[in-house]
């Protein structure tokens, strides 16, 4: 019988992720706002500055597609495989994201607010400014990416885990966090300490968080 989990382990995120098979290549995708595509491989095109609001791409993989100013919000993504993607303005708010995966992601600002990531992996890439706020994360794991602002603001965040990722500044106001693994990953400055509680970090990140801990609580530190 498997052993059940430690008392007090931080629970890891469940992903089942599996590359889609057979995806059918399309030369010049003429995607349309709300439609529901399938199957379909993207690869090395500009879908720059479209209006792809509310869109469904199930089991489709895009390599190396350019989405900068693309209208995205309510669109969804189910059992994707994403590489390469970039997009200096991503505008992806109130999108749903199930089973996906994205490799080597280069996004500017994103705007992910208020959306739904259920079994998602971001693996590796560079995202200047990621705005979750208000979002709900579900069994997400995040992996050596390199992450200039991460606002988790008003999120709600369960079995999520940042993997050795570098974040400059991280954004907790509000968030409700549960099995929240912020182990083996860097922070330069964090806001919103009120919502940190649910994750869990190592000693050394408890040391170079006592300062602004401190300041959260009016503390004054005098040697």
Known sequence: MPRKPARGTTLAPKLALRAPRDAVRVGSPDLLDGEHREGELYERVALD?????????????LDGVSLNDTELR???????????LFAPVFRAPRTSWRETSLRGTR????ELYDSRWDGVHVDGGKLDHVNLRGAQLTDVLLSGCIIGELDLTGARATRV?????TVGTLTLDGARLKDTDLRTSTFRGVNGLDGIRGATVDEYQLQLLAPFLAESMGLRVEG
């Open 49 to 61: 500055e479209l209006d792809l609001a509310g869109i469904t791409l199930q089991e489709c993989v």
């Open 74 to 84: 309510g669109a969804r993504f189910l059992e994707c495989a994403f590489a390469d």
């Open 107 to 110: 996004w500017g600002s994103a």
């Open 161 to 165: 885990a940042l993997q050795d990722c």
